[in-house]
């Protein structure tokens, strides 16, 4: 009785999930900037959300975990309706504060650090001996490896950027995003692991709280 009660919960976690989530990208699909743009933007949506509910039963993610993906998916959307350098939030900052760019492409970058970072800490708590000092504490080798997986999945990131700038040419330039800033590349990674160690920082104690109501269930 107890395990089908859990499952009517995570289903309603991620039935909350994707009835929030799905007016967003639909709303996005409505006259985006550029089509191809708004693909390369979403595609970790679409690809990650169905992972999502494929491994719902045999690893259902914590509550906090869920919350961090959906701002990190309406934070892609958004940017790929508009493309990053269009954004009107990023608009709006760069008049209120004075700035040369639109850096709301900043904010995406310091959100693929944040929710990651949780992800890659969930799984290791979860699933690694990486992740666990034997005693039920996590080791403290979780936050460096966290940071190390956002760090080289950025990097990587950037190497899609250039792969795909250079296989469709100017098609990708607003995927780019770099409004002629030289140092885009290293600056966008830099965000990653600032967003990465801000949520090491902020959240393992309320992290683990939610990993602890998950296994409860």
Aim: one cysteine or more; aromatic letters at 14%; proline letters at 5%.
């Amino acid at each position: 009785m107890g395990s089908k009660l859990a499952a009517v919960q995570f289903d309603r976690r991620l039935f909350w999930f994707c009835g929030l989530l799905a007016p967003v990208l639909a709303w996005s699909l409505v006259r985006p900037h550029d089509l191809f743009t708004w693909f390369l933007e979403v595609v970790p949506v679409l690809v990650g959300v169905p992972l999502i509910l494929a491994v719902r039963k045999r690893f259902p993610l914590s509550s906090l975990l869920l919350v961090l993906v959906w701002l990190h998916s309406v934070v892609l959307i958004v940017g790929g309706h508009y493309t990053y350098a269009l954004v009107p939030l990023g608009e709006w900052a760069r008049e209120w504060f004075g700035w040369t760019r639109n850096n709301y492409d900043k904010l995406g970058h310091f959100a693929q650090g944040f929710a990651p970072a949780i992800l890659t800490r969930e799984i290791l708590l979860r699933t690694s001996p990486l992740g666990n000092r034997g005693d039920g504490r996590p080791s403290r080798w979780v936050p460096f490896l966290c940071g190390s997986v956002c760090l080289a999945f950025s990097a990587f990131y950037e190497l899609v950027e250039w792969w795909t700038a250079v296989a469709s040419g100017t098609a990708a330039e607003a995927f780019l995003g770099t409004q002629g800033y030289v140092w885009d590349t290293q600056s966008d990674m830099m965000w990653a692991l600032i967003g990465a160690a801000a949520a090491l920082v902020l959240l393992p104690r309320w992290h683990d709280r939610s990993i602890a109501r998950v296994r409860s269930r």
